[in-house]
Every structure is written in structure tokens, then in C-alpha cells.
């Protein structure tokens, strides 16, 4: 190996240990504040002592596990109701021929471009209007609207590449149209499903504005995305609990991704199988 082949490595190798350090610092400090007996002072890289004084305080007088709660309900729902709503819409746009069936494709599209931001007061007035404000029922509505678009647009494209000539033949064998969506198209567009389901379990386990805008008052209901604010003060911060608490709402996001991230990588590989 000549020695500018050797450079060439070293200089990647140190570019990677960089991009490494800047990407998990963060996630680090977090923790290091978590566990830091008085991280209000300044946390330190290494801490002198450490505590679960933090986690106690947030999962109890916090109110963090009634938190937890709402929002596994709440991102749990979602996940179902938008794979199975956007997974029937992709197979009617990519499948069948109907009238405005281009337009409906477009208009997902454009639905894809507005700002959450202009959708709080047109949402809020509906959800208002159905006499569901301050309930979760009312945010799992605007959260499963909120991922429906994306979740039919790349459902849309994976039913689509699916030869018609399978369905077919699972026709001519006898198969019913469920036992045929079950055992040919399901398992060739799961990679898809999965994909969809972390946008959707993603987007309702971290939403703020929408949440607080709709919840209100309704501290029984919030989620953590609320619940992290009431460590926030006015002239000073209690950086052990938010912490403690940012470290709580990253755990259910991290198994999740745990849980699916195989069928992910592996999914087309293993529904070309089944198929």
C-alpha cells in the first residue's frame, strides 16, 4: 500500500470520527445532563455524580407517564389508521380508472407543499365543529389526515410497480380479492407500509403546534410534546428535567425504529419471495 493511498484513509478516517462526534454530541450531552446531579450549573462531560433523581421527578410529579400514554395512544392509532386508509386509496388511484384520477393524484401532491402552519386554523374550526376539542380522538383525526398524503403517494408508487400478471394468476387459481391483497400485494408493498408508518408514528409522536392548539386546556390528554414545556421557565430552565424528559421521548421512537428498521432494509427481498 503506497503512502498516499495510506493519507487518503487517515484524512477519511478522521473526517468520519468527526462527522461521528458532531452527529451524536448532542445525544450524549443529553444524557450527561440527565444523569448529572445539578446540570443547571453546567453539565460536564464526564459527571462527578450521577442520579435518576431527574426521571423520578418527571415520570411522577411531572406527570411524564400520563404523557407517555396519550401519545403511544395517540401514535399507535395514527400508524394504523393511516397505513390502512393510505393503503387502500394507492391500490383505487394505482389500480383503477376513474374519473379526476389525475387530478386526485396532483392535488396529493400539492396537499404535500402548504405549510402545516396554514392548516392550524381551517383544522381547528372542523375539529371545533365536531365538537372534539380537547379530546385525543380530535388530534388522532388531524394527525392521520396529516400523514394520509405522503403515505398514499408512496403506497401509490409500490402497488404500481406490482405486475398486474400476479393478481391475475392468483385470480385464475381461485383466490378471493382479500386472499389475493393478503397473500400477493401486501407482502410486496410492506417495504412501502413500513416506510409510511415511521413518517406517521414520527409526525404524531413529535407534533407541538397542532397539539397544543387543539388540546387547549385539556392537561389530561397532552402528550409529551406538550408535556416537555412546563420545564421551560420564564427566567430559568430546569435542565436535569428536560433533559430526563428528552432522553423519556426518545425511547419509544428508538424501538420503534428497532421494530420495523429489518423490514425495511429487507422487505423487498422478502415479499419478491412471497410473491
Not at 376513474?98 to 393524484?105: A, G, K, M, S
Not at 409526525?203 to 386546556?217: R, V
Request: charge should be positive.
Amino acid at each position: 500500500m503506497t503512502r498516499p493511498s495510506i493519507a487518503r484513509r487517515l484524512v477519511k478516517g478522521v473526517l468520519v470520527f468527526l462527522l461521528l462526534v458532531f452527529t451524536l454530541f448532542p445525544t450524549y450531552w443529553m444524557l450527561v445532563s440527565a444523569f448529572d446531579e445539578n446540570p443547571s450549573g453546567g453539565a460536564e462531560l464526564v459527571p462527578r455524580q450521577f442520579t435518576l433523581d431527574h426521571f423520578v421527578f418527571v415520570l411522577t410529579d411531572g406527570g411524564f407517564a400520563t404523557y407517555l400514554r396519550n401519545s403511544l395512544i395517540v401514535a399507535l392509532v395514527v400508524v394504523v389508521a393511516s397505513g390502512l386508509l393510505g393503503l387502500l386509496a394507492s391500490v383505487a388511484v394505482a389500480r383503477f380508472r376513474f374519473t379526476l384520477r389525475t387530478q386526485i393524484v396532483m392535488m396529493i401532491l400539492v396537499v404535500q407543499m402548504v405549510p402545516l402552519e396554514a392548516l392550524v386554523i381551517p383544522l381547528f374550526v372542523q375539529v371545533r365543529d365536531l365538537q372534539l376539542l380537547g379530546t385525543l380522538l380530535g388530534l388522532m383525526i388531524v394527525y392521520t389526515a396529516l400523514a394520509l398524503p405522503f403515505g398514499i403517494w408512496m403506497l401509490r408508487g409500490f402497488v404500481a410497480a406490482v405486475p398486474v400478471e400476479l393478481e391475475e394468476a392468483a385470480y385464475i387459481d381461485g383466490a378471493s380479492w382479500w386472499r389475493m391483497f393478503r397473500s400477493v400485494l401486501l407482502p410486496l408493498v410492506a417495504p412501502g407500509l413500513v416506510a409510511t408508518s415511521v413518517f406517521a408514528f414520527i409526525t404524531a409522536w413529535n407534533e407541538f403546534i397542532f397539539a397544543m392548539t387543539l388540546l387547549g386546556g385539556a392537561t389530561e390528554n397532552y402528550t409529551v410534546s406538550i408535556g416537555l414545556r412546563q420545564f421551560f421557565g420564564v427566567h430559568s430552565n430546569d435542565w436535569g428535567s428536560v433533559m430526563a424528559a428528552s432522553t423519556i421521548i426518545t425511547i419509544p421512537v428508538m424501538i420503534f425504529f428497532i421494530l420495523v428498521q429489518r423490514r425495511l432494509s429487507s422487505g423487498i427481498v422478502a415479499g419478491a419471495v412471497k410473491g
